[in-house]
């Protein structure tokens, strides 16, 4: 029955696939894909295959990306030639300073048998490596239809996904059955994939807590603190819909007492610039980056690629988005790398736990965000410390990529000479 299930799937896949252009022209539309590399999503390789078989490293989105470019740099050291992909151009963007001839990325193709096919074919990778939670059915059975081992790293499934694949029963099974080695952020997501019939699973930790911070370019720091100079300064960092609105109020009340606060907002889907910088105008003046213009305003719109690492050298308390509203949060590691004082909404996701236990993270609603702001943008002394605490945590909470790597060892296959 449930080949009958995939067979149906792919058939759909393959009938569906002529749209794909039409498709991608759209996304192009909105800012979500590459209009020059369009064709890689349809499994059309724009560079030349390696000499020999590479591994394949797959992270959808730049959240993910830390974690493979982490990776992928230790097994390009080890010998190993690595395809990256992605999914996102904002991940694209945050692994090209890391590429070279022995590490290339190409975005991975949408999951129908033509594209996977075509993108297999040329690649022809020795091992598949997933970062985390994509579940993809055709790239999954056509990679075990090939006999290429497969291992979900750094692997999470949410609740949500996890009740879903559960009510799947034999269908997930044979899914989750085709990943030969499940290593897992915790116990508890070993568990699950264990549950969900991957045959190898065991917990290795969060590869995200290991990754090497991008480097905050001395003379872009000291140009962003000398154009804020002595005013009070906040940062709300890779913040999503439904946020922008709340970090607006908060700023409203933060205004009544500092007149001339700066706040900084750096939308994680860069494209959004515009749509932030129309809801600040009611606040204040803006001014956004992507205009090439500097932190004049009430309000600065960060909007280009490449820059949280000055926005967190430059500005010491850091609300940190996808947390306000049920996005799932994102990656702390890196704000806490540079020490800054960290704030989080309710919906944080699990790396912000050690933080928040340690006293270097406070989590906040809508309500309580202007307040906490408050206390950091007040209290020097108070972001110090909660910066250095932070520096601990992120400290006590590395050492999962050398023991992913050790179970990668024993379980891919011989590296090419």
């Known amino acids: 029955m449930t080949s009958l299930i995939w067979s149906l799937y792919g058939a759909a896949g393959t009938a569906a ?29 724009s560079a030349a295959a390696f000499d020999s078989a590479p591994l394949w490293i797959h992270a959808v989105s730049i959240g993910e990306s830390v974690a493979a470019l982490t990776l992928a740099q230790r097994l390009a050291a080890d010998g190993w030639p690595i395809l990256l992909t992605t999914s996102t151009p904002a991940a694209a963007a945050r692994m090209a300073p890391a590429l070279t001839e022995r590490i290339v990325q190409q975005y991975a193709p949408l999951d129908t048998p033509p594209f996977v096919d075509r993108f297999l074919a040329h690649w022809r990778p020795a091992a598949a490596i997933i970062i985390e939670s994509e579940i993809w059915p055709t790239t999954l059975l056509a990679l075990k239809r090939r006999r290429i081992p497969l291992a979900h790293v750094n692997a999470r499934l949410s609740d949500r996904s996890f009740r879903s694949w559960r009510r799947w029963g034999w269908v997930a099974k044979s899914l989750f059955g085709a990943i030969d080695l499940a290593l ?33 370019d001395p003379a872009a720091v000291a140009a962003l603190r000398g154009a804020i100079g002595a005013r009070p300064v906040w940062l709300a960092a890779s913040t999503h819909p439904g946020e922008e609105e709340v970090i607006l109020a908060a700023h409203r009340v933060l205004a009544a007492r500092w007149p001339d606060l700066l706040t900084v907002i750096a939308p994680r889907h860069v494209e959004r610039g515009e749509a932030v910088a129309a809801l600040a105008s009611d606040v204040g003046p803006v001014t956004r980056r992507s205009a090439g213009e500097g932190p ?35 990656n702390p590691a890196e704000p806490a790398a540079f020490g800054t004082a960290l704030l989080t909404g309710p919906t944080h996701g699990v790396m912000f736990e050690p933080f928040l236990a340690a006293g270097a993270a406070r989590a906040v ?39 992913t790597l050790e179970a990668l060892a024993a379980w891919l296959p011989a590296r090419p000479a």
């Open 17 to 45: 696939s002529p749209l794909a252009r039409r498709y991608l022209e759209r996304r192009v539309e909105r800012g979500k894909e590459d209009p020059a590399r369009l064709d890689e999503k349809r499994g059309v390789a």
């Open 184 to 216: 897992a952020q915790s116990e508890e997501q070993a568990f699950r994939f264990a549950a969900l019939g991957t045959r190898e699973v065991r917990a290795t930790g969060n590869i995200k807590f290991d990754a090497v911070p991008p480097e905050a």
């Open 296 to 330: 004049t305003g009430a309000i600065y719109v960060a909007d280009t690629l490449g820059e949280l690492a000055t926005l967190f050298e430059a500005v010491p308390t850091v609300l940190l988005g996808g947390s306000l509203r049920p996005y799932g949060g994102h």
């Open 365 to 403: 609603d809508d309500a309580a965000l202007p307040g906490a702001a408050a206390e950091l943008i007040s209290d020097p002394a108070e972001r110090a410390r909660r910066g250095e605490t932070a520096l601990t945590v992120l400290a006590a909470e590395r050492g999962a990529v050398d023991r």
